[in-house]
């Protein structure tokens, strides 16, 4: 009986096929630009990855999907789906917290005023994970790290930003993208547009 049915459905997507182009078909299936990644992404793999496609002539609101379970953001225009990345969202104790939030700022040369290191004078790091409260040794210097391309969500802190990006929850509760996703997002994205993180 399962062969019966495999074999129908396989018959069912050939008649249909003939009828209508592959990109047809993805847009009747999934309403997106492209095919949506499903499944979480092999920490082993090169995880910098995502993909821009917004059709000519299409404009419209913008939102952002954070989906901390797939560690994957999507975006989308007019309610259609034009891009995609992987994430780093925050890691057990500094979870980045769900709902939808408006991007409050943007600020291309962001740095963090609450996580970075300590340096002396000629640049020397003397404490590479620092948090502000912490103690700095004589002489030490703070040095926020860099959330280049950062789009604030929160008056708590919270950003979307470029930064290392395992696909795996390891922020301090930012969002953080690939460089060349970070950049396109940002550039993308005005003050205001909707941000939901779930």
Known sequence: MKHRIIMLASLALVVTSCINTPDELAQMATGYAFARPKNKMNVTESVSVGQWDVP??????RRIVIDTELQQAHYYIAGRRVGWSTISSGKAGKDTPKGVFPVLAKDEDHTSSTYGSIVDADGNTLISDYTKGEPIPPGGIYKGAPMTNGMQLTWGGIWMHEGIVTSAPESH???RLPKRMAKIFFDNTPVGTPVEIK
């Open 173 to 175: 509760g930012c969002i």
């Open 56 to 61: 000519a002539g299409l404009d419209g609101p």
